[in-house]
């Protein structure tokens, strides 16, 4: 079955002819996610996310699509999953404290293999924190929030563009694994206004799950294949299955054999850890012949990026390794820069957490270091600058 | 009674294990009978039908039988239910809940579910305890009553589902039970029916848990005690409050017409579009190029 073309977004015209427009982080999101084919979604008003429910709640309806504003957070989710069940692409958006409240119907949509995108959009934490600061201490959660061993992909975007790109992309991947998909965005990234060149539709790819074809009574609704993904049938469509949270057979029904159990849970890892190559999104400036490596994601990735210039332009030879996506850490294309740098810089809006992931992957190969910042401010080129002097 | 099989074979997942689940002598049997018979009347086809269900006994039903099933996380199935309705609002979607699903943990979602007026259809099995992990007391649990967290007698206060669901917007409120297996049939047929949020709250008995810890006797008694504390709603008009304590109204509670859900928002759709429209005609503010 061929995937589906892209949409036209309301931007239309002016991005056509390849001129700039101005647009907010959160605006391009939904830009996004329209042209990727999204026609759901349901969301609750949170800080700094709100915004995204807000253009979707006219934009989707004015394209035949459908928006509700729900009663939490976890409705919210719970309506994405269940619509999503129906056929439709479907999305929410939230924050910190919202995405807490998600964690568990995330885990029914791991479990039952429903394609969803979900946008946190970090501020300040813990609980309620600071709703209108900036902060990157979400990034474990977005790993590990659910219970259980669970695989999960996690993007993260850093200029309005990424917020346009990535929409497509978590939706692309969420259908053609059959996962939910993060997008993780910080504050500052979703508020900041600034002049985007959205890529012409022809160029966008965009991917839809694939649907069964055969006779209903053939359909064995997660029988593995060689991608590991089984065939998703729409309610509706003819192929009548059992949909549960509970640890099922490759029927859909409850299962508690262990023959049975072991093998769902080794498909639903195999599926995305065969993927890696495809599913990894790092950028790279200066790193090829870099001494000081700068590994950074998010709004702090922009700051990165300037202090990398300014350093070069000093005579430093630092280099930058941008991480859009997290989840599952892209360690392949980490650790051939961690053998031939003298030392690493990891700058983040959080006590340690993807400088973590380096230190666990660096196996004491090279020296890293942290520059952490968690007062709700971003970080600085110059301070970035200062460090990788110092280093 | 032949031919009653016969029709609940047809809607039975012939490659689902079984035994089910369900303790010799619970109520659920009699409700997913009632159930396959109303859906079978209303000339649905299973394709049309979605059953979606909370965690509980009652949460368990929708995987025995041949329709597009979804068993969800707790408290949470009227909201997944929304979903499915409205990104395909051709399907029949039927909810089935115990009470501790829909009204404790899922309680605001009750009212919201209501308070929209979806065409969805939530059948809540109230056995006044959480069953399937022990026996704990729920929102129905009665005052005074044992469970194995008030081992000394509960000492809150039930509160009444169907009020609830009358009170929060439902269009069409009925309460039967599963002794009533007859007039339960029709109960359900009619809320599937009706347009609008349909609520049947189904009192049942948990002989294992609830029955045991409360002195309550077996199935058959307790099934004997649903037969004397109802009273059809009908007559209930009649009788003094004196005569009324201790039991319960069965029958239809409410039934009216609504704005339903589905048809107020093609108002959004609508007017969306023609704000899409203006925006795309507004003449352009030009970026100055070159930067």
């Known amino acids: 079955m061929k995937d589906s073309k892209p949409q036209e977004g309301t931007v239309g015209q002016r991005t056509r002819n390849g001129q700039g427009v101005l647009m907010q982080g959160n605006e391009a999101v939904v830009e996004g996610a329209l042209a990727a084919g999204c026609t759901f979604f349901a969301g609750y008003p949170i800080t700094p996310a709100t915004e995204i429910s807000e253009d979707m709640s006219w934009k989707l ?29 479907a999305m929410t958006a939230t924050s910190g404290p919202g995405f807490s409240l998600m964690q568990e119907n995330l885990g029914f949509a791991c479990v039952a293999e429903v394609p969803c995108v979900i946008v946190n959009v970090m501020r300040g934490g813990p609980s309620t924190g600071l709703p209108t600061s900036v902060s990157q201490a979400d990034v474990m959660q977005a790993r590990w929030g659910t219970h259980g061993d669970h695989p999960i992909i996690v993007l993260c975007a850093s200029t309005t563009l990424d917020c346009y790109c990535l929409t497509v ?8 694994f059959r996962t939910p998909v993060i997008l993780l965005m910080d504050e500052v990234v979703a508020h900041t206004r600034e002049k985007v060149r959205l890529p012409p539709l022809e160029e966008l790819e965009v991917v839809d799950r694939i649907r069964p074809n055969m006779p209903p009574e053939w359909y064995i609704p997660y029988e593995d294949n060689t991608r590991g993904v089984p065939l998703m049938g729409a309610f509706g469509d003819g192929y009548r299955y059992h949909v549960t949270g509970l640890v099922h057979d490759t029927h859909g029904f409850p299962t508690q054999r262990s023959d049975e159990t072991q093998v769902f ?53 630092a280099g930058l390794l941008q991480l859009s996506s997290l989840w599952p850490f892209p360690r392949s294309m980490v650790e051939p820069y961690l053998r031939n740098v003298k030392a690493v810089l990891v700058p983040e809006l959080n006590r340690g957490q993807i400088s973590r992931e380096v230190k666990r992957v660096n196996k004491g190969a090279c020296r890293v270091e942290t520059l952490r910042r968690i007062d709700g401010n971003l970080i600085t080129p110059n301070e970035i600058l200062v460090r990788l002097t110092k280093m | 009674m032949a031919q009653v099989t016969a029709l609940i074979h047809e809607y039975l997942r012939h490659d689902k294990k079984f035994p089910h689940v369900w303790c010799p002598g619970c109520g659920n049997g009699i409700l997913l009978g009632s159930l396959i018979r109303a859906i079978d009347r209303t000339g649905y086809e299973k ?15 929708p995987a025995y039988v041949d329709f597009n099933t979804l068993h969800t996380t707790h408290g949470r199935a009227l909201t997944f239910a929304t979903g499915v309705k409205l990104a395909n609002p051709r ?78 917007g439902a269009s069409l409120v009925a309460r039967g039970t599963v002794y009533h297996a007859t007039q339960l049939d029709d109960l359900v047929e009619r809320a599937i029916r009706k347009r609008g949020f349909g609520v049947v709250e189904v009192i049942s008995h948990c002989p294992t848990q609830y029955g045991k810890k409360n002195g309550m006797g077996g199935p058959v008694e307790m099934l004997r005690w649903q037969k004397d504390a109802a009273v059809r709603v009908e007559k209930a008009a009649e009788m003094s409050e004196e005569d009324l304590r201790g039991k319960f109204t ?42």
């Not at chain 2, 959004?268 to 190029?289: F, G, Q």
């Open chain 2, 250 to 291: 069965i029958g239809i509670l409410a039934d009216r017409d609504l704005p339903i859900y589905v048809r107020e928002y093609r108002k959004v759709r609508e007017a969306a579009r023609a704000r899409l429209e203006e925006k795309e005609n507004k003449p352009k503010i030009r970026l100055a190029s070159g930067s």
């Open chain 1, 169 to 176: 992309k978590a939706f692309n991947f969420s259908e053609k």
């Open chain 2, 91 to 168: 399907l029949q979607v039927i909810v089935i809940m115990g009470d501790g699903d829909a009204t404790a943990i899922g309680g605001n979602h009750f009212i919201h579910a209501a308070r929209r007026n979806l065409d969805l259809t939530a059948i809540i099995v109230n056995n006044s305890t959480y069953g399937m992990t022990g026996g704990q007391y729920s929102p129905t649990t009665p005052y005074g009553a044992r469970a194995t967290t008030a081992l000394f007698g509960n000492v809150e206060h039930a509160f009444s589902i169907a009020e609830l669901a009358v009170t929060a």
């Open chain 1, 265 to 317: 849970q080794n498909r639903i890892h195999r599926k995305i850890e065969q993927s890696f190559e495809e599913i990894h999104v790092v950028r790279k400036e200066h790193a090829e012949d870099a001494e000081m490596l700068v590994i950074a994601y998010g709004s702090v990735a922009r700051s990165a990026r300037r202090a990398v210039r300014d350093a070069r332009a000093q005579g430093v030879r």
């Open chain 1, 61 to 89: 309806p004015a394209r035949g699509g459908t928006f509700i504003q729900m009663e939490d957070e976890i409705a919210s989710l719970g309506v994405v999953i269940g619509a999503s069940l129906a056929g439709a692409k």
């Open chain 2, 47 to 61: 394709d049309e039908i979605v059953l979606v269900s909370g965690i509980g006994c009652a949460g368990r039903l």
